[in-house]
């Protein structure tokens, strides 16, 4: 069983950068992706990337704002989120599944970290 850990939320302000960190508990063939969850919102995709690197997917809302990477030697998948907005104020999550992230729902993430807080100020 993957266990992944999140790191790197905080406050930020508008048009300001956060990079997010997922760790996971072993060198894993998994699919990762992150998700986020606003106030009052269902949990929403942001980006995912297959476990070579090589299939990359965005959201609209975060497409040319947010990179999706991942160092397999150090068990960890980032996100380097620029040019953040306010709407992009929630908790974020990464997640592992076996399906081709271009095919994945959400559901079919089977591992999931607890989540770090992201919060954009205008």
């Known amino acids: 069983q993957v266990q992944l850990v999140e790191s790197g939320g905080g406050l930020a302000q508008a048009g300001g950068s956060l990079r997010l960190s997922c760790v996971a508990s072993?060198?894993?063939?998994?699919?990762l992706g992150w998700f986020r969850q606003a106030p009052g919102k269902e949990r929403e995709f942001v980006a995912a990337?297959?476990?070579?690197?090589?299939?990359?997917y965005y959201a609209d809302s975060v497409k040319g704002r947010f990179t999706i990477s991942r160092d397999n030697t150090k068990k960890t998948m980032y996100l380097q989120m620029n040019s953040l907005k306010p709407e992009d104020t929630a908790v974020y999550y990464c997640?592992?599944?076996?399906?081709?992230?271009?095919?994945?729902?959400?559901?079919?993430?089977?591992?999931w970290g607890q989540g770090t807080q992201v919060t954009v100020s205008s």
């Open positions: 997640a592992a599944t076996r399906t081709p992230v271009s095919i994945a729902t959400q559901t079919q993430y089977n591992y």
């Open positions: 072993e060198r894993t063939l998994y699919n």
């Open positions: 990337i297959s476990w070579g690197g090589s299939g990359i």
